[in-house]
């Protein structure tokens, strides 16, 4: 069946980095956009980050731009999130997403999703 | 960008309830509206896209309606397993910025 398996999060100091991986499986990883959607302790959904089908295309929330990084390999199924600078803000559940079509382009939606990969920015 | 309100933020309510949940934009979406339930300590789930397409596998207790700016989620008969916390999300702009709701919780009365 179609899954994803984030992994990668931890407990990190304020201004380190993190690097998360979500693993697809039971589809054509290949053929999808993929997007990463966190939510804060107790807060709502925030989307993060999205990559084309080929990595060509990428966009990021104006709250990480300059310091996350999206990135997949299409040859592991994987997808990867890269969190530089990181801020207590930075702190909750990351999820990956897989859109609906190769490229990201009005009326898409985020599924399924995976079971998400905590992160913790603490000194 | 596009801002999405969902009313009420929370909301209690007794099994077989019929309950709504409003989502309103600040613009027109079309009908390019989706909601997702989320249960605690687990990830969204999509149950309606298009603004009232039920995803396969959803109870068919569950509706969606609208278009332009104004959206509901309606829960016919409200069951156990329906306690979670409800987001609409607009998919009308290509860039997902604050793309979804801030969320309505559906609390057991």
């Known amino acids: 069946q179609v899954q994803l398996v984030e992994s990668g999060g931890g407990v990190v100091q304020p201004g380190k980095s993190l690097r998360l991986s979500c693993a697809a499986s039971?589809?054509?990883?290949?053929?999808?956009?993929m997007h990463w959607v966190r939510q804060a302790p107790g807060k709502g959904l925030e989307w993060v980050a999205l990559?084309?089908?080929?990595?060509?295309?990428?966009k990021f929330a104006d709250s990480v731009k300059g310091r996350f990084t999206i990135s997949r390999d299409n040859s592991k199924n994987t997808l990867f999130l890269q969190l530089n600078s990181l801020t207590r803000d930075d702190t909750g559940i990351y999820y990956c997403?897989?859109?609906?079509?190769?490229?990201?382009?009005?009326?898409?939606?985020?599924?399924?999703w995976g079971q998400g990969t905590l992160v913790t920015v603490s000194s | 960008d596009i801002q999405m309100t969902q009313s009420p933020s929370s909301l209690s309510a007794s099994v077989g309830d019929r309950v709504t949940i409003t989502c309103r934009a600040s613009?027109?979406?079309?009908?390019?509206l989706n909601w997702y339930q989320q249960k605690p300590g687990t990830a969204p789930k999509l149950l309606i896209y298009?603004?009232?397409i039920l995803q396969t596998g959803v109870p068919s207790r569950f509706s969606g309606s609208g278009s332009g700016t104004d959206f509901t989620l309606t829960i016919t008969s409200l069951q156990p397993e329906d306690f979670a916390t409800y987001y609409c999300?607009?998919?009308?702009?290509?860039?997902?910025?604050?793309?979804f709701g801030q969320g309505t919780k559906v609390e057991i009365k």
């Open positions: 990559i084309s089908f080929d990595g060509g295309y990428k």
């Open positions: 613009q027109s979406v079309s009908t390019y």
């Open positions: 997403a897989r859109d609906r079509r190769a490229i990201t382009v009005a009326n898409y939606w985020f599924d399924p």
């Open positions: 999300q607009q998919s009308y702009s290509d860039l997902p910025e604050r793309t």
């Open positions: 039971g589809f054509s990883f290949d053929t999808y956009a």
């Open positions: 298009d603004a009232s």
